[in-house]
């Protein structure tokens, strides 16, 4: 079967990775070859190909014609330039107009919540959502992102914007944020519309500038490491640490915006900043603006379990701004596998152009 296929360069995939940030093999240094690799493993070349390939697409090696593949990642260089080349970007192509979601599962699956749920649609959501919908996100973020998660932690609200309000309210008006530059335009304007003072750190091939990264007078960083918009450019592996290292300072926290991470062309998930850190600093955020539809308005994110608190104490009396309604037609997408078919639908069909 394929999924066995998949399970066995995957591990292999997991096994370098590990390796490579362990610092078995160091930056510069050539894995072995395809044939090599395939015999050591006992497996097929076409399989030690695909891990590699998962490598390359997550920045730890880059693959030189006629020479080989070499490992690009650093860890532990400080903030410095994270490759000696420009790490090759797969920019994802916009979603076009046959590829949204189904209308005829979604208006099936809205008329089944409204017979199954009755008169419970119309019932008030709690603060952070319907505790059904953010059990839900939380059981598909495991097994999709590997981010474990409580259903405390996860905050539902009408789409990222609401949300970046929220954060402000988290962290008070007397924040700095750094943002990238460019970034999309609505982050800084509901900042400073909030009159949070923002500050623009350039983005270079593989993420933000790291000399500008060093001396920002930044506590709350907010990114898109996936593929940022409108520059696409996608942070590279070794980035990704430099960014989990800034954020080690004492109070300093990273906003992971993920959106459109879905549809990668990668055949596993996108490594994500908040499992690659310890220490619990990281707000996890995505919609379902694109993989669903933009006219539903729902987004969610995760909260540090350290800002739990915070968040009931300073933003519980908010209400939430997404209908019940909305919220168990998605709960029940996800529930019953028509949202991931979708997504991987779109994503085999990507592969193949």
């Given at each position: 079967?394929?999924s066995?296929?998949?399970?066995r360069?995957i ?8 390796g490579?940030i ?6 510069g240094?050539?894995?072995p ?20 390939e ?13 020479s080989?593949?070499y ?5 532990d ?11 090759l970007l ?12 189904p209308?005829?599962?979604?208006t ?7 017979n199954?749920?009755?008169e ?7 603060n ?5 919908f953010?059990?839900?996100?939380c ?6 992102r590997?981010?474990?998660?409580t259903?405390?932690?996860?905050v ?10 929220l ?7 007397d924040t ?7 970034s999309?335009?609505?982050i ?10 923002c500050?623009?750190?350039p983005?270079?091939?593989d993420?933000?500038?790291?000399q ?5 007078r930044a506590?709350v960083?907010h990114?898109s ?9 996608t ?6 640490y430099?960014y ?6 004492p109070?300093h ?9 879905e549809?990668?062309l ?8 908040y499992?690659?850190t310890?220490?619990?600093n ?10 669903i539809?933009?006219s539903l ?10 800002l739990?608190e ?8 908010y209400?939430?701004t ?7 037609v ?21 592969r193949?152009?």
């Amino acid at each position: 079967m394929e999924s066995k296929k998949e399970a066995r360069y995957i591990q292999i995939y997991q096994h370098l990775k590990e390796g490579i940030i362990r610092g078995d093999f160091p930056c510069g240094t050539k894995l072995p070859s395809r044939n090599n690799m395939a015999e050591e493993m006992q497996v097929s070349v076409i399989t030690i190909k695909h891990a590699y390939e998962l490598l390359c697409d997550e920045g730890y090696v880059e693959a030189k014609e006629r020479s080989g593949y070499y490992v690009i990642f650093r860890k532990d260089d400080g903030f410095i330039a994270t490759a000696a080349t420009p790490h090759l970007l797969k920019i994802v192509p916009q979603i076009q107009a046959d590829e949204t979601f189904p209308l005829g599962i979604l208006t099936r699956t809205m008329r089944r919540v409204m017979n199954d749920y009755g008169e419970f649609i119309l019932q008030k959501s709690p603060n952070k959502g319907c505790l059904e919908f953010r059990e839900t996100i939380c059981r598909y973020l495991s097994r999709n992102r590997g981010i474990h998660a409580t259903p405390e932690q996860i905050v539902i609200g009408s789409g990222s914007e609401y949300l970046y309000h929220l954060i402000v309210g988290i962290f008070g008006k007397d924040t700095v944020i750094a943002l990238e530059s460019p970034s999309y335009p609505r982050i800084q304007q509901v900042y400073e519309m909030a009159t949070v003072e923002c500050e623009m750190l350039p983005l270079a091939h593989d993420g933000i500038d790291s000399q500008s990264l060093k001396i920002s007078r930044a506590s709350v960083l907010h990114i898109s490491p996936y593929r940022s918009f409108p520059s696409g450019i996608t942070a590279s592996a070794s980035k990704k640490y430099e960014y989990v290292r800034w954020a080690e300072r004492p109070n300093h926290y990273i906003i992971e915006d993920d959106f459109e991470s879905e549809f990668s062309l990668s055949r596993k998930p996108e490594e994500t900043i908040y499992t690659l850190t310890s220490q619990d600093n990281v707000i996890y955020m995505n919609s379902f603006s694109k993989s669903i539809s933009p006219s539903l308005r729902v987004a969610y994110m995760v909260l540090p379990k350290k800002l739990v608190e915070v968040y009931d104490k300073k933003m519980g009396f908010y209400a939430c701004t997404v209908p019940t309604f909305e919220q168990l037609v998605i709960h029940e997408l996800i529930q019953n596998g028509d949202f991931e078919r979708h997504l991987n639908r779109i994503r085999r069909k990507k592969r193949k152009e």
